[in-house]
């Protein structure tokens, strides 16, 4: 689930990035991207799969 959130994340950064759009400090394309990598990188941890792992 974590995976889709930074998929969505690297997109949105992509289009602020791509049209050029003047944002506020706090939602800059290279914000939003950092935290779609945090999201990536949770995804890759094993947090947020959704699949409990089995002992």
């Known amino acids: 689930m974590l995976g889709i ?12 990035n791509a049209a050029d759009l003047s944002t506020n400090d706090a939602f800059s394309s290279t914000n939003v991207m950092l935290l779609g990598l945090t999201a990536l990188a ?14």
């Open 42 to 55: 949770l995804h890759v941890a094993g947090i947020g799969t959704g699949w409990p792992r089995r002992r």
């Open 5 to 16: 959130g930074a998929a969505v994340l690297f997109f949105v950064s992509f289009l602020i």
